[in-house]
């Protein structure tokens, strides 16, 4: 069970990952969907988030000065079109936002996320934000499992952006690019989030 500990203005509140589901930013698309399934995998309820449009931009536009970088904007009003879903639930929600150290400002994308989280009502939001400092023990007990199953999805999103972009300018019926770039996102999650294998076995099913 993963379970995170969140400062808010009047108390400390212990949260966790189970029975929520988990949105993860399309930073960049394809990555996001094989994180999802590496997620999966060891039994988290992982999804994409929401595509980016003018709604996106519109809500990031009101919590953001125009200083922070611009993928801060775009992951924050993702995050928020969630929060305007009829089924929504800050109890059963949690938004995957890694963080890091250094001057970049990306160290501070996931405590603003959820100081506006707070702000908004939706205190009871998991913002999820594993780090390299403590060993991503946010992740929880099948931290390492998870590990090695999200490199592999990290290596595939890196081939299979390579693969597309290389690939499109040179297609004769346009489209068909996608289509397979599509089926190959497919083929890859569906071995990503089988459960309980060894990574011998996933490596060789991705190989295939």
């Known amino acids: 069970m993963v379970e995170t500990t969140t400062a808010t203005n009047s108390s400390v ?14 930073m960049a698309y394809e990555g996001a969907k094989f994180i999802c399934a590496a ?5 988290i309820d992982a999804t ?16 953001t000065s125009g200083d922070e970088c611009f993928p801060e904007k775009v992951t924050l009003g993702d995050f928020l079109k969630v929060t305007e879903q009829p089924d929504f639930d800050p109890s059963k929600t949690a938004f995957f936002m890694p963080s890091a150290g250094g001057p970049c400002r990306f160290g501070q994308y996931a405590g603003y996320a959820q100081m ?13 934000s594993p780090t390299s ?10 931290s390492r499992e998870l590990i090695r ?30 289509a397979e770039y599509e ?4 083929e890859i999650c569906a071995v990503l989030e089988i459960p309980n294998i060894s990574h011998k076995k996933r490596m060789n099913l991705l190989l295939d």
């Open 13 to 26: 509140k212990k949260k966790v990952l189970a029975g929520r589901k988990l949105y993860v930013p399309q």
């Open 39 to 43: 997620m999966r995998s060891v039994g």
């Open 48 to 63: 994409i988030s929401p595509f980016s449009d003018e709604r996106t931009l519109e809500l990031g536009g009101r919590y």
């Open 116 to 128: 506006i989280m707070d702000e908004l009502g939706y205190g009871d939001v998991l913002i999820l």
């Open 133 to 142: 400092t403590n060993s991503y023990d946010e992740v929880g007990e099948n």
């Open 149 to 178: 199953t999200a490199w592999r999805a990290v290596v595939c999103s890196d081939i299979m952006r390579k693969l597309l972009l290389k690939t499109r300018p040179y297609e004769i019926n346009k489209g068909d690019t996608e």
């Open 183 to 186: 089926r190959g996102i497919d």
